[in-house]
Each structure stands twice: as C-alpha cells, then as structure tokens.
C-alpha cells in the first residue's frame, strides 16, 4: 500500500493560562497534521509539535514530496530518505517535520492491519498508561493551588518547572512536597544552570527527594551531566540533550544520565523513539515520554508507546489540562490520572478536519519569548 496524496494544516490551540517557565511563556501549542491517502484506499493521520519555522517548511519542501509512492510500511527508508536530502548535516531541523509524516504512515499501517499500533510493536506491556501532573509556576502559592487540584484528580506523579533562579528553586521544591507527601516530585531546570550552580543546587534539593532533576545544564554538555551523574545522590534525567537516536547513543556511552525523556517528534518519529528506548533498556535506564501539549494524535501516540515498551516504566509527562480544545472527537481518555489505551486499529482516534481549520494558522506565535518582560530572551545556562 504506497502513498498517493499529502496534505497538511498548521493548527495552534489555545491554552486556558498562559504557561511560564525558565525558557519564556507560552500561550498555547502549534501542532502540524497531516494526512495520507493511499492506494488501497486507507487514510492516516500524523502529528507533530512546530515551535519553529523549520517544521512546516521542511515538511512542505521535503518530507511531503519524497513521501510520494513510499510503501506506508517504510518508516525507516522514509527517515533516513529526508536525513540523505541534506539533513544529515541537521538533524534536529527535521525530525519534527519527519515524525508527522512517520505517524502517518504507522496510523495506515494499522488500519490496513486491523491492529492498535501496540500490537505491532510487541503488545500491551501494560493494561493502562500513568499520567504526569504538570506544573508551571514561580509563585508557591499558586502552585499549592494547582498541585491540590491534580491531587483532587488522582494523579500521583507531579513534575514542576524550576529554573528561574536559586531561591525559588528551592521554595518551589519545598511547596510541593508539603503538598503531594510521598508521591514522585520531578524537578524540571531546562538547562538554566552552570555546573557550579547544580552542584549546590542539588545538595539543597537532596532533602526533599527528588524523583530526578531533569535537564540541569546546557543540553550540549554531556561531560557535565556526567559528572552530576557520578557525583550526585539525586538522579539526573535528560530531555533537551536526547533528541536522536544518536542523541541517546551518545548519552549512555557518557553516562550522562539516569532517566531519559523520550519524544517521537524530537527522534523523527515512532520507530526511532522505540530503538531509542530499546538502547536505554539495555543498560537498565528506564524512558519516559516529554510533552510538547499533543493533541489527540500525538497523545495517542504516546499511549501506544507507553503501552508496549518495557523499560517506558515512568509515567509520561502530558499537559492536556491546559488545552482550550482538540481536533478530534474521540480524544484519549484521562481517568484519575491514568490513560486508557485506545483499542482501535491504527492511532485509535479519528479527526475532525472543520475542527482542523477552525485552528489552522499561517504561523508561530508564544513558543518561547515572554511579551509580558520587553527585551527579555533566556539564556543558557541562567545562573
């Protein structure tokens, strides 16, 4: 079965609060869809997250030509196919604009198969899939305020964005674990430290048992992160730093992490986070999922991986309670903290193209930079 068609919408949907973090504010998610036709009459759906120009460029340019007369079941040839059109020099450039397409063709895939895509990929590991509460917030009370709420909701995992300057790295630790007990407390810093600075800064988080703290330094500096490993008693996990497949190759032969946070639209799709977790179950790190605030495509997605990799023992980061909407009608469901698996063929869900035009948009807005603080940019490290 060989792709006949692409089209593609550029969709951004609201948040209900603006979302604040060490990196800026962002006011909603921009997704990029796309869909497949093909000569065996089966449509399929992809998703991707766009914070960049690049994605729907490269998607137009590239990735929706070169899918032309692919086998849907060439996930692989089609990957490496963009990486060969140049992108090998730059990767992280088009992996996003890749997983769109990829998703695409795994959604056909299944259907044509008449299987949920977990059941391509070895089964169901697990009968339900657990939820990440995230939060996003440098004041103590408001984040008091919200964790109760997700704790009212069921979820049993909490992860706080840090990272905007010593002081409240410390106080916004020490809020929430008053408030959610014994429950994992992940600390998220997105690269806003210098070594120096993580080395005290983890010393004065050790008390209140960090889960992991994510991403301390400058994604780049695998020796760095490293040296945390070895030297510290609170694990360190990686997100920025493990993009590709090689990404992740690299941080397991520095040692550079604990915990790795996965994401198929970093990797360049489905298959490539897969291999990726596969490298991590080798040397005994367990894998979670990052959010980007997927939509019904992507989070099923992710369900679907979470379903069948092992070692994805971790629950997955989702930021769907901040999304003003979806594009579908049949979203997954989110029940006291937990996903249920989709049991229909492919994805799972179906899609609502008005809905997609309803949100379409001719560009991207809110991804990084706070309006609120003129002149204001993050730089990494911070402090």
Not at 73 to 90: I, P, S, T
Request: charged share 20%; with cysteine.
């Amino acid at each position: 079965m060989k792709i006949t068609k692409v089209d593609h919408w550029l969709v951004r949907m609201p948040f209900t609060e603006d979302i604040l973090w060490g990196s800026g504010r962002r006011i909603g998610t921009t997704r990029l869809f796309c869909r497949i036709e093909t000569d065996g009459g089966i449509t399929g759906w992809g998703e991707t997250i766009s914070l960049i120009a690049s994605v729907p460029a490269v998607f137009a340019d590239i990735v929706a030509p070169l899918a032309i007369g692919y086998p849907v079941a060439d996930v692989e040839r089609l990957h490496r196919h963009v990486l060969g059109a140049g992108f090998y020099h730059h990767k992280r450039a088009a992996v996003m604009a890749i997983a769109a397409l990829e998703m695409a063709m795994w959604d056909a895939l299944g259907k044509q198969a008449k299987l949920p895509l977990y059941a391509l990929w070895g089964g169901k590991w697990r009968q339900d899939v657990a939820a990440a509460a995230y939060l996003f917030t440098n004041e103590p009370k408001a984040l008091t305020e919200r964790l109760q709420r997700f704790l009212d909701k069921g979820y049993e995992t909490f992860k706080v964005k840090i990272g905007f300057d010593e002081r409240t790295d410390i106080v916004l630790a020490e809020t929430a674990r008053k408030v959610i007990g014994d429950h994992p407390l992940r600390l998220d810093v997105n690269g806003a430290w210098h070594p120096g600075t993580a080395k005290r800064q983890l010393e004065k988080l050790r008390p209140f048992d960090p889960a992991y703290v994510e991403q301390p330094l400058e994604l780049d500096d695998l020796a760095g992160h490293a040296a945390l490993v070895a030297q510290s008693s609170v694990p360190i996990a990686l997100d920025e730093s493990a993009y590709t497949l090689a990404d992740v190759g690299n941080i397991i032969r520095a040692s550079a992490a604990d915990v790795v946070l996965l994401d198929p639209h970093e990797a360049g799709g489905l298959w490539q986070t897969i291999k990726a977790a596969a490298i991590c179950e080798a040397v005994g790190i367990p894998v979670t999922l990052h959010s980007g605030a997927e939509l019904a495509l992507s989070q099923s997605a992710y369900i679907h991986l979470a379903a069948s990799i092992p070692n994805l023992s971790l629950a997955i980061d989702t930021e769907r309670a901040y999304l003003g909407g979806d594009i579908s009608p049949n979203p997954p469901v989110l029940t006291d903290g937990r996903f249920a698996i989709p049991e229909g063929p492919g994805l799972g869900v179906e899609v609502n193209v008005e809905a997609l035009e309803c949100y379409r948009v001719d560009g991207i807005v809110g991804a990084y930079l706070d309006t609120s603080r003129k002149d204001w940019f993050p730089i990494k490290p911070a402090y």
